[in-house]
């Protein structure tokens, strides 16, 4: 299902002294089935899109808190995984948190720089969700079945 959300930027920092800057709010479509961290990266792209792709944040370099209506609260929109059958877990869609056509976001750039801006150049560890993703245990829609037993798993 195709959603169209409207999104406010905070003040990005680290691009105040540049002669880029992204959008103060646009609508953007994103659809039901994104993971947090899709959807992160089309605000990006769709609020950022006179911005350099060398000066644009990652979706790890942002948070995106969900305005809900009738309500003066949000909640902050991070990728979650949720214990399922047989030690695999799924992902956090925006349909599974019931997130609604024209709904509201925040994108609030993160206090510290983006790696590319940083002294040491690096790039930040990997966290915890990223190793469980490489673990290959980890499905999104449609979860692989495990015909032969190995654990691996197959398409199916």
Sequence with gaps: KKLNVMVYLEDDPYLND???TPLKSCQ???LSCDTISQAKGKIIDAMYRTVPDSLKPTPNDVDVDWKKAGSSSSLRLVDMLHPTQDGWKQLDTLGSLNIDDQAVFQCIPRQSPPPFMSQSGGAPSCNSLLR???SGRVWHLEREVDTDGD?????G
């Design 132 to 134: 469980e993703i490489d």
């Design 18 to 20: 540049t002669a880029h």
């Design 151 to 155: 654990g691996k798993g197959m398409t």
């Design 28 to 30: 953007v479509s994103l």
